[in-house]
């Protein structure tokens, strides 16, 4: 089992910057892709970047590569995503989730993840 807790989300005018946090409990992210997707209102969920924890490779969304960018601190057991340059488009719930890749690969659908945050709440005001 993986218990995941997202926090950092919040209000914040567009071409602000955020970060938000993932920090896992129980088991280590160890062989997992931690991944964060997005849901808007009425949308569907929406990948927006994820990583593989040993090998630390990532693959973005084209909506977000060259604003967003995921890392990790593997002594916290923590994953980040650091928004910049933000527009109203982004406010969405935004949520965390670990799965199995496959071996390098990473996938882009949500089914393929087991454990999923509460998510956070990110407004992008115009």
């Known amino acids: 089992q993986v218990q995941l807790v997202e926090s950092g989300g919040g209000l914040v005018q567009a071409g602000g910057s955020l970060r938000l946090s993932c920090a896992a409990s129980?088991?280590?992210?160890?062989?997992?892709?931690v991944a964060w997707f997005r849901q808007a209102p009425g949308k569907e969920r929406e990948f927006v970047t994820a990583?593989?924890?040993?090998?630390?490779?990532?693959v973005y969304a084209d909506s977000v590569k060259g604003r967003f960018t995921i890392s990790r601190d593997i002594a916290k057991n923590t994953v980040y995503l650091q928004m910049n340059s933000l527009k109203p488009e982004d406010t969405a719930v935004y949520y965390c989730?670990?799965?199995?890749?496959?071996?390098?690969?990473?996938?882009?659908?949500?089914?393929?993840?087991?454990?999923w945050g509460q998510g956070t709440q990110v407004t992008v005001s115009s």
């Open positions: 129980g088991r280590t992210f160890s062989s997992y892709a």
């Open positions: 989730a670990a799965g199995v890749p496959l071996g390098t690969y990473i996938y882009r659908n949500y089914a393929r993840y087991d454990y």
């Open positions: 990583l593989t924890w040993s090998g630390g490779n990532t």
